[in-house]
Structures are given as structure tokens and as C-alpha cells.
């Protein structure tokens, strides 16, 4: 009998947390209307915190077993809450165009349904194309928040692209993927 981890782990507390910061980060945000330089370098902060959170709370729970069925459900959410918050946060202050959020956001629900669609035959995995797209877009995000401004801001729009492309590629992956997979699998009675 292989044993269980505990609910209560480092792994599953730093999700917790990536978490409860979404709506610290979005505050910060919007304070002075959302463009007061010093508020905006304390919400990239938040929001580096958060998603370095990300990083250690999944490397932790592989390498000490620590991995349980409460922290693989909130861990996406977490990651989908804060992309979409600082992503909708963006885009009310003006600072994003609200196509990029939507592009975004339909990918990121979209896959997010698809996996719970196909939850009862396994789960699909994260592919490293969608390792790389959440790092890209987390650059991207994490640019936007910051006040930048001439050849800077000219940088964030090309992380920018970058992460629409590869969320948009990645998301077409990831169905076909889902596709085949379900084609592979024998007919249930």
C-alpha cells in the first residue's frame, strides 16, 4: 500500500497562497487608478511572488511525494485565477487590449473544461509546450504590469505575441491531443 500524502503540505500551503495573493494583487493594481508608478512596481512584485510560488509549490510536491488530489485541482485554478485576474486587471485600466484577455482567457477555460470532460478516462498531463506557454505568458503579464514605457514597452508587446501565439497553438494541441486520445481508448459498455 503506497501512502498518502498529507493535505496539509508545503506544496499545497504555497498554492494556497498563490491564491489568497490574487486579491491582494488586485488591489495593488488599482490603487490611483491603477497608474501610480510605485504601486505598479509593488503589484509586479505580488504578482513575481505569486508566480515563483507556482514554480517551487508543483517541484516540491513531485520530489517529496507530497502530491495529493486536493493540490493537482486548486494548483490550475490558483494559475487560472491569477492569469485571469491580472489579465482582466490589465485590460480595465486600459493597459491591455481586452482581445488579448479574451484570446487568452477562452484557451485557458477551454482546456480547463476539456480536462474535466476527460477526467474520468485519466488526466492529461501538462505538455512542455504548455510549460513554456505559462511561462511566457506569466513574462508577458509581469512586463505589462510594470510601468514601462518607449523600447521597454516595445519588448512586452513582443512577449506579448509570443504568448498569445503559443497559447493559441498549445490550445489546438491540446485538443487534437484530447481527440486522439479519446479515439485511442475502447468504447465503454
Not at 68 to 94: M, N, Q, R, W, Y
Not at 98 to 126: C, Q, S
Amino acid at each position: 500500500m503506497v501512502p498518502r500524502a498529507r493535505v496539509a503540505n508545503i506544496a499545497n500551503v504555497l498554492t494556497g497562497v498563490r491564491l489568497a495573493l490574487v486579491p491582494v494583487f488586485l488591489v495593488v493594481l488599482f490603487v490611483g487608478d491603477g497608474h501610480e508608478t510605485f504601486w505598479r512596481i509593488v503589484a509586479f512584485i505580488v504578482f513575481a511572488v505569486a508566480v515563483i510560488t507556482d514554480r517551487f509549490d508543483g517541484a516540491l510536491a513531485r520530489s517529496y511525494g507530497m502530491v495529493t488530489e486536493f493540490g493537482t485541482l486548486i494548483d490550475p485554478i490558483a494559475d487560472k485565477a491569477l492569469i485571469g485576474a491580472a489579465l482582466i486587471g490589465l485590460s480595465v485600466i486600459g493597459d491591455l487590449p481586452w482581445w488579448v484577455t479574451v484570446v487568452i482567457m477562452v484557451r485557458e477555460i477551454g482546456v480547463t473544461a476539456l480536462r474535466f470532460a476527460v477526467l474520468r478516462h485519466g488526466v492529461i498531463p501538462a505538455s512542455r509546450g504548455g510549460k513554456l506557454k505559462t511561462l511566457v505568458q506569466a513574462v508577458a503579464i509581469g512586463l505589462f504590469v510594470m510601468p514601462l514605457s518607449g523600447p521597454w514597452l516595445t519588448g512586452a508587446w513582443v512577449v506579448m505575441w509570443m504568448a498569445v501565439i503559443l497559447t493559441v497553438v498549445t490550445g489546438i494541441d491540446y485538443v487534437i491531443s484530447a481527440i486522439r486520445d479519446s479515439r485511442a481508448r475502447p468504447a465503454k459498455l
